[in-house]
């Protein structure tokens, strides 16, 4: 069960997180650790916010929860997903022990053309 509906008497208070620009989380992971004696419920870890790419946030998400103790919600933004993707990363969410997911549309990409935009099938043609 998520942890949201765990108390429904009590206001949750949750931080929200920016995952790193990069694989190695390491240094971001120690601040947030030493916050956990701080009074809130859990973490809200965004997907590629303003656009940008970010480590992944379902990974950043089963990271923080391994490391803190403290539930995550995972912001999933269906922009970046087709229909099969979409599937499969609510499975791989829970199988990594995240139960709570926030969708969103995301932010709109203002760096590309969408016009421009190919399925995977054009790029092994071209």
């Not at 656009?51 to 995550?72: C, D, I, W």
């Amino acid at each position: 069960m998520s942890f949201l509906l765990s108390s429904k008497n009590k206001f949750k208070i949750t931080l929200e997180v920016v995952p790193p620009a990069g694989y190695d989380g390491q240094a971001l992971l120690g601040k947030l650790t030493a916050l956990v004696g701080l009074s809130f419920d859990g973490f809200s870890v965004a997907s590629n916010p303003v656009a940008r790419p970010r480590m992944s946030a379902m990974v950043f998400s089963h990271l923080l929860q391994e490391r803190t103790g403290k539930p995550a919600i995972l912001h999933f933004t269906v922009r970046d997903h087709n229909r099969l993707g979409l599937q499969a990363e609510v499975w791989g969410a829970r199988a990594l022990g995240l139960d709570t997911i926030i969708a969103v549309t995301g932010d709109p990409d203002s760096s590309r053309n969408i016009s421009q935009d190919c399925q995977i099938i054009g790029l092994i043609d071209s």
